[in-house]
């Protein structure tokens, strides 16, 4: 039995992908089992997991139909023989000494789930993601949701940096390993119905809700790199069937590990942030045909329905994610789709000016 396992869902990442597999072969915790697991890729990327399979006899390569980045992690977990399991993305790479660090953590700790910082790259510039303020070790239950809670808003975060809470990536499953125990006896895997979108927050605050003990560590783990042309970019107009498949597993979460409501209030951040995301994938894309007026109407019957009515009327804005989200609250809670659309443009624009 290796010592961890990694499993590496590839699409379409010739670019970045020598690179990627590249840190996990050099790792310094040379006990690994990684998985690649290509996911249908038209581009040279299984010809590139080949390669490195023929050179390093600790990687399994698995060709697979495209069937979507949770389908492919959920087969790649299948496959996995390691005491602990880890999960990163194809364009990104591991600080070299990563997995030893974690895995030494936990250990020493006795933890089920060990997790560190994260360098987010765009274009030549590094910015550190510094989770909390200091290195700890919990079984409290209390912390441990509240770990969970940090993933549905970062506002919720135990011990925040002297800065405040990370901007964004604290349920990202890159920089995080688990005992495979876990996973097996709380029945943690990638959830399909959501078709690629927040499966990894779900399986990250699936982790902190089933873990008897968690550790953190300040050091970085891993390099995310922030890519244009993303998702978000994107006329998607069935973002909104698919946010429903969203809330849906989500409420299946707090069913399963929420009963007393100690998550509510975080899901209500969750719902305005995914609010969010529907207004440049969807109604106010420039490539929805439907007329302005449409799409006013279509956003203002979705305001009247739930999760949306019961989240805009009984959140706490000072937990949002941001100024941004706090505008958008105030437009919704107004009934106004004609102020929602005026703060997306607003974000827009500061975005266009930020970058």
Not at 281 to 288: E, G, L, P, Q, W
Request: charged share 25%.
């Amino acid at each position: 039995m290796p010592k961890l396992s990694v499993v590496v869902p590839v699409y379409n990442a010739a670019q970045y992908l020598d690179q990627l597999i590249l840190s996990l072969r050099q790792q310094t915790l040379k006990d690994l089992q990684i998985i690649l697991v290509d996911d249908g890729s038209p581009d040279d990327s299984g010809q590139i997991c080949d390669r490195h399979a023929a050179e390093d006899d600790r990687i399994l390569v698995i060709h697979k139909p495209n069937g979507g980045v949770g389908a492919a992690r959920n087969d790649g977990l299948d496959a996995a023989t390691g005491e602990w399991l880890y999960f990163c993305d194809s364009d990104d790479y591991l600080e070299l000494d990563a997995l030893e660090k974690l895995v030494t953590t936990g250990d020493r700790e006795g933890a089920e789930v060990v997790f560190g910082d994260v360098m987010m790259l765009s274009g030549e510039k590094g910015e550190l993601l510094h989770f909390h303020k200091e290195a700890f070790v919990t079984e409290d239950r209390a912390v441990l949701d509240k770990l969970a809670m940090t993933v549905f808003g970062r506002h919720y975060c135990h011990l925040p940096p002297e800065g405040g809470p990370a901007k964004c990536c604290y349920g990202g499953p890159w920089n995080k390993i688990a005992r495979k125990t876990l996973l097996e006896r709380e029945g943690i895997r990638f959830d399909l119905s959501v078709r690629g979108i927040c499966d990894d927050l779900l399986y990250s605050v699936y982790l902190f809700a089933g873990a008897k003990r968690v550790a953190y560590e300040p050091v970085v783990i891993y390099n995310y790199r922030l890519l244009g042309g993303s998702m978000t970019h994107t006329y998607k107009p069935q973002i909104v069937g698919i946010n429903a498949a969203i809330f849906a597993a989500w409420e299946g979460f707090m069913a399963r590990y929420g009963q007393a409501g100690q998550f509510r209030g975080a899901y209500h951040v969750f719902v305005i942030r995914r609010l969010k995301a529907m207004l440049g994938m969807c109604y106010f894309s420039k490539k929805n045909p439907q007329s302005l007026g449409e799409q006013y109407r279509q956003l203002e019957d979705l305001l009247g329905q739930e999760p949306y009515r019961t989240a805009v009327r009984e959140v706490d804005p000072k937990m949002l994610q941001n100024r941004y989200d706090q505008l958008l609250w105030k437009a919704a809670k107004k009934g106004s789709p004609r102020q929602i659309r005026w703060v997306y443009l607003l974000s827009v624009l500061a975005k266009k000016l930020k970058g």
